[in-house]
């Protein structure tokens, strides 16, 4: 017959559980851009704890429900559940939904339910796995299906499961092995202790890891037949597949996660790193980008001529080599002065309203990938004084070719151009609102992240989804918000596209993989031109942008602007409430930014506690009588801390299986736990108690004697 679970070996398959509902969740909150996985994650700890610790029906089910309530209005009230706010935003949301689940307009249910519910299937899930646990002694079918389930998004999903896989298979055949072992072992008669449970799986644990990390570490052949999922994709709803890095032209709808293309592209010998500038766009449309004209006027450029924009080069020239890899016919564009040397049998056409080069073959005249050509390239130096010198009157008189760089759709949220004038409002100039947008995304929480992007529902803002909701994307959520942040303030901008510098492969190579496809701003500064900025997380810009400082004044100053800081607060001398205000705002900010720095580290020491306090607990009877020793030797002898101290040895006798029996003696239970523990010492302490307990007048004894045998006795249930 088996025996029922211990608080230990429960504890152990719920470590083992909770890693697997790890993998279970993460491409569920990835791939539906829900977020907040910590959360999710400790909700299950306080599941798995208050079932460890046995609590009672009532508390478990309160806990946990305030647990949930707790969590709904922080996250969707902005507002904490025991306050005044937090309970009325909680009624009427309970109010609402029902409302609408009565009238059945389950669309318009709000993200507070939607929470709930995922919340309720949790709560589901953990009840089936400890019903598995502890009454079938097997994950079996919950294992496969979870691996089903990861397979299956890792096929028809931008998730990559490969790792996911490994690991819930490792846990699983862990947490089998050591089920089937626990079966095993209920057939012997003997009953074995811990430790021996443990060398007993050991092995067979070892084995598992040692087998999957070689299995996952060994080279794989390719696959033997074709990946049939691109072709089920089209057929079904006419995609192309899964997304995948690299230079597109289509831009019209931006958003979601990508994989990673490591491709080689082409490769540049050049003095240093470098952006490389394929195309721009100039139209947002609240999902992607589009151009203005369809083809546009297109110039045919012959080779070492001078192209538009561009200056013949003099000095310090640095020619530039590139190797192209791939059959694209796009032409490169670095930033600064530049000219082109490719062979007469090609030929090159610029677009003229957007700069975008591509090549053709002058036999028979169509697009080709030109293999290799060289650029003759001067960077460009911009002038500080210049640069200072953009006041935002200059813009009034533009000409009207720079209209379609302020484009903004109709329909974009009022908060995206007030988000603009917050955070630009300290600053004057049009350069100093540029870069105070450039750096507003590394100052305030948000994130850099290829697979959690989420893609714009159809009533939704690419840029106000990201700006407000999600705060988390790649190259294309960082630069086009600044774009149309910028344009909000009426300072044209335009959203560019090419690649980054690539890894270096000696002093003077670099290799551009489809990976390193990029977006980034260029903002027109008044007597300047165009500007690139890199508003990306993560990304330096590496522009070499260089200002001429002339004066001490001056270097201050562009320092000032380099350094990621706060608008300025009002003067010491004048405290007032904005004061207090924008204070409190740096302090919440600050506080917010130190938690997601520390968040993980927090939840892993809490977890450690927990399993500490646990093993404490399952041990106590070899700690506690130290500490009830200690604890006697600062009590006067008196027959009540003799009662206390026999009270204290029988819980003691208590956790080694010794329980007086109700028909059992006093004298009898005596002499049944000296057999047990081989001494002659519970006998005297029974007969004292029995003095104690019946007796009219109180006796006089050897305290000392008795609190010998007692110490004695409590060390001996320890052993």
């Not at 300290?426 to 609102?433: D, E, G, H, L, R």
């Amino acid at each position: 017959m088996m025996q029922p679970l211990k608080r230990w070996e429960l504890l152990v398959y719920y470590m083992l559980v909770f890693l697997i509902l790890y993998e279970w969740l993460v491409p569920i909150l990835q791939l539906t851009n829900t977020g907040r996985i910590q959360y999710f994650m400790l909700f299950i700890l306080v599941a798995m704890f208050c079932t460890l610790m046995r609590f009672p029906s009532w508390l478990t089910v309160s806990i946990k429900v305030l647990y949930i309530g707790w969590f709904i209005t922080l996250t969707h009230g902005g507002v904490h559940l025991l306050t005044k706010d937090g309970l009325t935003f909680l009624v009427s949301e309970v109010v609402f939904n029902v409302g609408r689940l009565v009238s059945l307009d389950i669309v318009n249910v709000t993200n507070s339910l939607r929470t709930f519910l995922f919340f309720m299937l949790i709560w589901m899930l953990m009840y089936l796995i400890h019903y598995w646990l502890t009454v079938r002694y097997s994950l079996f079918y919950f294992i496969v299906m979870t691996i089903f389930f990861i397979a299956t998004l890792d096929t028809f999903s931008p998730y990559d499961g490969t790792w996911a896989i490994v690991k819930v298979l490792m846990y699983g055949l862990i947490l089998t092995g050591i089920l089937f072992a626990k079966r095993l072992l209920s057939y012997i008669p003997e009953v074995m202790s811990a430790p021996k449970k443990i060398i007993f799986v050991l092995p067979m644990i070892v084995c598992v890891i040692g087998m999957g990390a070689v299995a996952y570490a060994l080279p794989k052949n390719a696959p033997i037949w074709p990946d049939p999922v691109p072709f089920i994709k089209t057929v079904t709803n006419g995609g192309s597949g899964v997304s995948k890095v690299g230079y597109d032209e289509d831009d019209r709808q931006l958003g979601g996660a990508f994989e990673a293309d490591d491709t080689l592209v082409f490769t540049a010998q050049s003095q240093g790193k470098r952006y490389w500038r394929i195309d721009e766009r100039d139209t947002y449309t609240s999902k992607g980008w589009e151009n203005s004209f369809d083809t546009g006027t297109i110039e045919y450029v012959p080779p070492k001529s001078n192209l538009r924009g561009s200056a013949q080069p003099i000095e310090d020239v640095d020619i530039v080599s590139i190797t192209m890899s791939t059959e694209d016919p796009y032409i490169l564009s670095p930033y600064g002065n530049f000219l082109y040397e490719y062979p007469w049998n090609y030929m090159v056409e610029e677009r003229v309203e957007s700069g975008y080069r591509y090549s053709s073959f002058i036999e028979p005249e169509a697009k080709a990938a030109i293999p290799n050509y060289r650029i003759h390239v001067v960077d460009e130096a911009y002038s500080l004084q210049q640069l200072r010198d953009t006041d935002m009157s200059k813009y009034e008189n533009l000409d009207a070719s720079f209209d379609r760089y302020l484009q903004l759709p109709e329909n974009l949220p009022q908060r995206v151009r007030d988000l603009a004038v917050d955070i630009t409002e300290s600053v004057p100039t049009a350069y100093q609102k540029a870069r105070a947008i450039e750096n507003y995304f590394a100052l305030n929480g948000y994130r850099y992240s290829t697979s959690e992007a989420a893609i714009p529902g159809e009533e939704d803002d690419y840029v106000d989804q990201f700006l407000f909701e999600t705060k988390v994307g790649y190259c294309d959520n960082f630069s086009t918000s600044m774009v149309v942040l910028l344009r909000s303030l009426d300072i044209p901008a335009r959203w560019v596209k090419g690649f980054v510098t690539g890894d270096a492969i000696d002093e003077s190579t670099y290799a551009i993989t489809n990976n390193e496809a990029h977006s980034w701003v260029e903002v027109y500064l008044v007597g300047t031109g165009w500007v690139p900025f890199e508003p990306t997380i993560g990304f330096n810009g590496d522009l070499d942008i260089e200002f001429d400082l002339d004066t001490e004044e001056q270097l201050l100053e562009e320092q000032a602007l380099e350094e990621p800081s706060t608008p300025e607060a009002p003067t010491p001398q004048q405290p007032n409430d904005t004061e207090t205000a924008t204070q409190s705002v740096d302090i919440g900010k600050w506080l917010a930014n130190m938690w997601q720095k520390v968040q993980w580290f927090v939840y892993i020491m809490l977890i450690l506690i927990v399993i500490i306090v646990i093993i404490l607990y399952r041990r106590r009877q070899r700690w506690l009588p130290n500490y009830y020793i200690k604890q006697a030797n600062k009590e006067a002898l008196t027959w009540q801390t003799f009662d206390k101290q026999y009270q204290q040895l029988i819980k003691q006798l208590k956790y080694k299986g010794l329980v007086r029996q109700p028909d059992e003696t006093l004298a009898a239970f005596a002499k049944r736990v000296d057999m047990s523990l081989e001494t002659t010492e519970m006998a005297t302490l029974i007969a004292a108690y029995e003095q104690y307990i019946y007796s009219d007048q109180l006796p006089e004894v050897d305290f000392h004697y008795l609190k010998e045998c007692w110490e004695y006795l409590i060390n001996r249930t320890s052993g």
